[in-house]
C-alpha cells in the first residue's frame, strides 16, 4: 500500500470510504492487514509516526493497551500514550514485521487494523489530491 498503486485505487477508495462512515463489512481483513504490512515496511518512518499517531490518539484507552501490551517488551511503550505506541509501531515494522503481522492479526485488534489501513488510504489519496 506504499507507495501509491494507480491500479489499486479503487481499493484504496473503498479503504477510505470505510474509514470515513465506520463501515468496515465490505474490506477484507487479511488483505487490510498485508495492506498495512507493505505500508509498514516501505512507508517513509515520519509519515508511519503520523499516521499511527493518529490511529492510536483515536483508539479506546483499553484498546490502545492491548496493543501495547502485544508489543515486545524492549520496545519499552507507554499503554496510556498513543505517541509512544506510535513510535514503537515504526519500529517494529522495520525490524520485526513478522510480530506485527501478529499484532494485526490478532482478534481483538483485526478490526483496529482494517480501521488503520481506511486511514492510511485516506492519506494516501488525500496526498494524490494535493500533488494534482
Do not use: C
Amino acid at each position: 500500500m506504499w507507495p501509491f498503486d494507480q491500479n489499486r485505487q479503487d481499493t484504496y477508495q473503498q479503504y477510505a470510504q470505510a474509514y470515513n462512515s465506520g463501515n468496515f463489512n465490505n474490506v477484507d481483513a487479511n488483505q487490510a492487514t498485508n495492506d498495512v504490512q507493505q505500508f509498514a515496511q516501505n512507508a517513509p518512518p515520519e509519515v508511519q509516526q503520523q499516521i499511527y499517531t493518529q490511529h492510536f490518539s483515536q483508539m479506546p484507552p483499553e484498546q490502545l493497551a492491548l496493543v501495547a501490551q502485544q508489543m515486545p517488551p524492549e520496545y519499552g511503550v507507554n499503554p496510556n500514550d498513543p505517541n509512544s505506541v506510535a513510535q514503537g509501531f515504526t519500529r517494529l515494522g522495520q525490524e520485526r514485521p513478522d510480530v506485527l503481522q501478529g499484532i494485526l492479526s490478532h482478534p481483538m485488534l483485526l478490526g483496529a487494523g482494517v480501521a488503520l489501513a481506511g486511514l492510511i488510504a485516506k492519506h494516501m489519496l488525500d496526498e494524490r489530491r494535493e500533488q494534482q
